[in-house]
């Protein structure tokens, strides 16, 4: 009998509106409450995401990266591969391998594509064309005068092809073949070509148009990883004489400004005394390591800390008072931007040329620089109550951001997009740069330009 009392005691109480109203007033909240991601766990999404972007939005017949992927407009120019931003690609993927995101008999067989598709491309002197049509391999006019090779392009994509070497050169047979492949292809490249006779590299030589559009590469910039390489080949070669007197300028590399009284160390182009903006810290950087690497004129290590310690000290400062910049929202890069009318353009966003646009690669690829920082932004883009659903789609954050214009655009760009997970990585582990800087061709390179480095002992 007692027990049958204390069931319709308990089931009264279970069903008593009274004991409801009780709880509603005391406002107690029963729903789960998610942990929020450690800074593993969110550095594993940040990289997972970023990889997307050249493993489900890859083109489907060349496995290269599209130029870009508009969400808002997804067949916009769906069939242009960008030489450039595939090479950031082939690094994004071999991290995806290491850390265990993409299976790596299926990753093998898509870079086996990937190459195949590189191998059959038009090439200029060795050199391949900024853009390419996916399909056919055939040039896409990236300017007027500029359907030819791209040199600096070419750099960028012989980076990865040296990492996909070194990373499976001691595989299994279908893994040293691809290993081969890419090493005959980054040999394949005529940098001395691109001279013109004289001691400098030149940016474009077109069939049609020659060398009308005479960009000499001049320091600096993004564009040092080119002679590394051209110094590296050991089929085409460029002298020693090149680098130091069209890169460095026969020493006015030098800079001895200050901003935020942090040293610039060199004379950036287009920015004296100021710094440019930080794409101009990745692009060269994902595989040559600048920890301990030096030559006569300066740090590479303090450069590049320095660069993005200054634009976060931009942010903090933001002497242009854009609202939401802060030690949290912080970083300006080469993104697309939002023009003064509202439309969407494209734009090389730095300290000296503020829009008040964000573009989150500028932070999340400088985490081997500034890894408190970093993440603090990292944070913001995956954690803040109000912007985190406008700002993260597909493939990770969206390209670019303005707190200030309440703006974000729905867009990605490969070259942003594919410094994200291989700087990560050199944060994490230092992966892709222990690749690129075991290369012996990449030692003798550096060694012949006067590098040295602390870090790999040569």
């Not at 690609?89 to 299976?103: D, N």
């Not at 002197?125 to 070419?154: K, S």
């Not at 070497?165 to 893994?175: I, L, Q, S, T, V």
């Not at 590299?201 to 910039?221: A, C, D």
Request: proline share 5%; glycine share 8%; aromatic share 12%.
């Amino acid at each position: 009998m007692k027990i049958i009392q204390l069931f319709i005691i308990l089931t009264f109480c279970i069903s008593c509106s009274s004991c409801d109203s009780k709880s509603d007033e005391n406002n107690e909240d029963t729903t789960p409450v998610a942990e929020p991601m450690t800074d593993e766990e969110l550095l594993d999404r940040a990289q997972k995401d970023a990889l997307k972007y050249f493993w489900d939005y890859a083109h489907p017949a060349s496995k290269l990266a599209r130029e870009r992927y508009h969400t808002d407009d997804p067949g916009n120019d769906a069939n242009i591969v960008t030489t450039g931003g595939s090479g950031f690609g082939l690094m994004t993927i071999v991290t995806g391998i290491e850390r265990g995101f993409v299976p790596r008999g299926e990753a093998v067989a898509r870079l086996q594509t990937a190459l195949n598709f590189l191998e059959n491309a038009d090439r200029f002197h060795g050199a391949w064309p900024h853009w390419m049509n996916g399909n056919t391999g055939d040039v896409i006019p990236f300017g007027t005068v500029d359907n030819g090779g791209d040199l600096v392009e070419t750099a960028f994509l012989c980076e990865g092809l040296i990492c996909i070497r070194e990373y499976f050169k001691d595989g299994n047979d279908a893994e040293q073949a691809l290993a081969q492949q890419a090493d005959e292809l980054w040999k394949g490249v005529e940098w001395d070509w691109y001279t013109r006779g004289e001691n400098a590299l030149y940016w474009h030589w077109s069939p049609n148009f020659e060398w009308q559009l005479n960009f000499k590469l001049e320091g600096y910039n993004e564009c040092l990883i080119t002679y590394i390489m051209a110094a590296a080949s050991p089929t085409h070669p460029v002298s020693a004489e090149a680098y130091h007197q069209a890169w460095a300028r026969n020493g006015n590399i030098v800079h001895a400004g200050q901003r935020f009284n942090i040293p610039v160390i060199f004379n950036y182009n287009g920015a004296t005394g100021n710094v440019g903006p930080l794409f101009w810290a990745h692009y060269s950087y994902l595989g040559m390591d600048p920890r301990g690497l030096t030559d006569q004129y300066g740090n590479y290590q303090a450069l590049v800390e320095n660069h993005a310690k200054i634009h976060h000290a931009h942010s903090v400062a933001n002497p242009m008072g854009w609202t939401g910049y802060s030690d949290k929202v912080w970083g300006l890069t080469a993104s697309y931007s939002r023009n003064p009318d509202g439309s969407t353009g494209y734009h090389a966003h730095a300290p000296n040329s503020d829009r008040g646009i964000i573009s989150p690669t500028a932070a999340l690829s400088s985490f081997p620089y500034t890894p408190a920082e970093s993440m603090k932004m990292l944070r913001f883009l995956y954690e803040d109550a109000e912007w985190k659903d406008r700002l993260i789609g597909v493939a990770g954050p969206y390209d670019a951001f303005s707190i200030h214009h309440n703006w974000v655009t729905p867009r990605y760009l490969a070259i942003d997009q594919g410094t994200i997970a291989p700087m990560i990585e050199n944060h994490r582990t230092g992966l892709l740069w222990n690749l690129f800087m075991q290369a012996p061709e990449v030692q003798q390179g550096l060694l012949n330009l006067g590098f040295h480095s602390a870090q790999h002992n040569f």
